[in-house]
T-cell receptor
Framework: EVQLLESGGGLVQPGGSLRLSCVASGLTFSTYVMSWVRQAPGKGLEWVSSIGGRGDGSLYADSVKGRFTISRDNSKNTLYLQVNSLRAEDTAIYYCAKGLNWGGGHYFDSWGQGTLVTVSS | DIQMTQSPSSVSASVGDRVTITCRASQHISSWLAWYQQKPGQAPKFLISHASILQTGVPSRFSGSGSGTDFSLTISNLQPEDFATYYC?????????FGQGTKVE
């Protein structure tokens, strides 16, 4: 069974930084695209960023491009998201999600429980 | 970027009802569409891929249909555990968007 455990969230002032982590188990981590998806309080889901299995190739939503950096350490089965220049609108639960490529589409088939990032002075 | 629009934003239903949620894409996305279920305080759960393919363990009362720009999720014989928020997601390309969600209450 795939398990994803996020950590690193917290309260940070506008303009601040955090590093989110997601430790994966129950899968051959390096063979999967991994992603971050966020959900602002009481709002819907927003895809944030994805990274290829070997760490080669990353994608970002326009809303975070230039401020967030996704990375992974396959030796530690860990996905990271470095979040810089944080804004109030970045306040959200950040979910780690495992990717599934099938039939030309990309889906998120396993999710962690999320880590809450709150940006406030 | 492709925008996804769900309707209705909420639906009131009773156990045993048949509920249909629709999702419209701003551009043609073939069958590259997923559906997720989210209960309060929980992570989303992957229900359907490729517009109509039920994932392992998902009850057969859930079904998906559609292609191109118009899609739907139907829950027949609604059960107490089905009261939740449902999201569609366009799965094509390299930028993936979700609908705004439909709450079944």
């Amino acid at each position: 069974e795939v398990q994803l455990l996020e950590s690193g969230g917290g309260l940070v002032q506008p303009g601040g930084s955090l590093r989110l982590s997601c430790v994966a188990s129950g899968l051959t981590f390096s063979t999967y695209v991994m992603s971050w998806v966020r959900q602002a309080p009481g709002k819907g889901l927003e895809w944030v960023s994805s990274i290829g299995g070997r760490g080669d190739g990353s994608l970002y939503a326009d809303s975070v491009k230039g401020r967030f950096t996704i990375s992974r350490d396959n030796s530690k089965n860990t996905l990271y998201l470095q979040v810089n220049s944080l804004r109030a609108e970045d306040t959200a639960i950040y979910y780690c999600a495992k990717g599934l490529n099938w039939g030309g589409g990309h889906y998120f088939d396993s999710w962690g429980q999320g880590t809450l990032v709150t940006v406030s002075s | 970027d492709i925008q996804m629009t769900q309707s209705p934003s909420s639906v009131s239903a009773s156990v045993g009802d048949r509920v249909t949620i629709t999702c419209r894409a701003s551009q043609h996305i073939s069958s590259w569409l997923a559906w997720y279920q989210q209960k309060p305080g929980q992570a989303p759960k992957f229900l359907i891929s490729h517009a109509s393919i039920l994932q392992t363990g998902v009850p057969s009362r859930f079904s998906g249909s559609g292609s191109g720009t118009d899609f739907s999720l139907t829950i027949s014989n609604l059960q107490p555990e089905d009261f939740a928020t449902y999201y569609c997601q366009q799965a094509g390309g390299v930028s993936w968007a979700f609908g705004q969600g439909t709450k079944v209450e």
